[in-house]
């Protein structure tokens, strides 16, 4: 959080080319811009060298207990410093355009796994895949997408795109436009961090929407704070009279969710069923008649 942005950094680029200006730089300034070039190294080293992994997180079916679909999330493990969080190499590879690279690898692993698992005849789920805001505005997005879809072999009903408001909010025609023609594909799509962005109840149905993913700071609270509870309740039922079920993230206690199976909340995912899991981990929990 504390990393400093690419406008910052070309800025003590051309004054370190300067002389005399090197007595502005506190030790901590350049630790942390050294640790910033650090990290993007690793993350295009990474890229390079495929030490990106994809992990899946189930999302159960609230009814049936089954796995309904899961999570693609980003793994990034460096041989000396251990895990890198998404949340450090995310913004970062956001802001520097690596992003692409890394969101169309995450994709296609992604795809091409569940591809690999249905024709195993191991899973009957779907796959939801993030997209970060400068991904959901790249022109060629869908074409790149649908173009992986095809190569992979795997059926575009099988994934989900997780969106967050706040990058629909940017251009709202425009955002129409690209989640039509993902839907026209046959893809699902799900918005993510609900509750979190600006968003208006009314846009939302001018959006064509399957899934609202309420965010997990609603659910942390939701046993603590007495408006939380309301909040939740009252996302659900907007969220089902406009035909969209609702996921609820970050379900880490039996409270929560039977909490939420009384709020009829159709889908829950977090620690209390499972972690994101390896490939190798993930297999045998999603066994069709694995029940959570
Ligand atoms: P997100 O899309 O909201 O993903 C859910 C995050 O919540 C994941 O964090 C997951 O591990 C975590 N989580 C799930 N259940 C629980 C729980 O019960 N308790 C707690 N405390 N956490 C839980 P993760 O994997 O660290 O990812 C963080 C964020 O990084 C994601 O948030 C997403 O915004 C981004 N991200 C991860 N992978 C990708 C990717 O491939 N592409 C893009 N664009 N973003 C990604
Ligand atoms: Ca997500
Ligand atoms: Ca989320
Ligand atoms: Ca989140």
């Given at each position: ?6 406008a910052d950094l070309a ?129 060629n997005l869908v074409d ?149």
């Open positions: 959080q504390d990393l400093l942005s690419n800025l003590i680029r051309a004054k370190t080319h300067c002389k005399g200006y090197h007595h502005f730089y506190t030790p901590d300034l350049n630790e942390r811009v050294q640790h910033r070039i650090y990290l993007e190294e690793t993350v295009r080293t990474a890229l390079d060298e495929q030490m990106i992994q994809v992990y899946f997180q189930p999302v159960i079916d609230m009814e049936t207990g089954r796995l309904s679909s899961s999570e693609a999330l980003a793994r990034l493990f460096h041989p000396e410093r251990g895990e890198i969080p998404p949340g450090q190499f995310i913004p970062l590879a956001e802001e520097n355009g690596l992003i692409y690279r890394l969101g169309e690898y995450v994709f296609r692993q992604a795809c091409s796994q569940y591809a690999a698992w249905l024709e195993l005849g191991v899973v009957d789920a779907s796959v939801g895949i993030n997209l970060s805001a400068r991904q959901f505005i790249q022109p790149n997408l649908l173009g992986i879809l095809q190569e992979t072999g795997l059926s575009p009903d099988r994934v989900t795109i997780e969106i967050t408001e706040n990058s629909l909010m940017q251009d709202i025609d425009e955002s129409v436009r690209t989640l039509r023609r993902f839907k026209d594909a046959g893809l699902q799509i799900s918005i993510d961090d609900f509750g979190t962005g600006y968003s208006s109840l009314s846009y939302l149905k001018t959006l064509p929407v399957d899934q609202l993913k309420i965010d997990r700071s609603f659910i942390r609270d939701l046993m603590v704070r007495d408006n939380q509870a309301a909040i939740v309740t009252a996302i659900i039922s907007m969220a089902h009279s406009m035909h969209m079920r609702v996921v609820a993230e970050g379900v880490e206690t039996k409270q929560q969710f039977d909490f939420l199976k009384q709020s009829s909340c159709d889908y829950v995912q977090g620690y209390y069923f499972s972690k994101p899991l390896s490939v190798i981990h993930a297999q045998p929990h999603f066994e069709k008649e694995t029940v959570f």
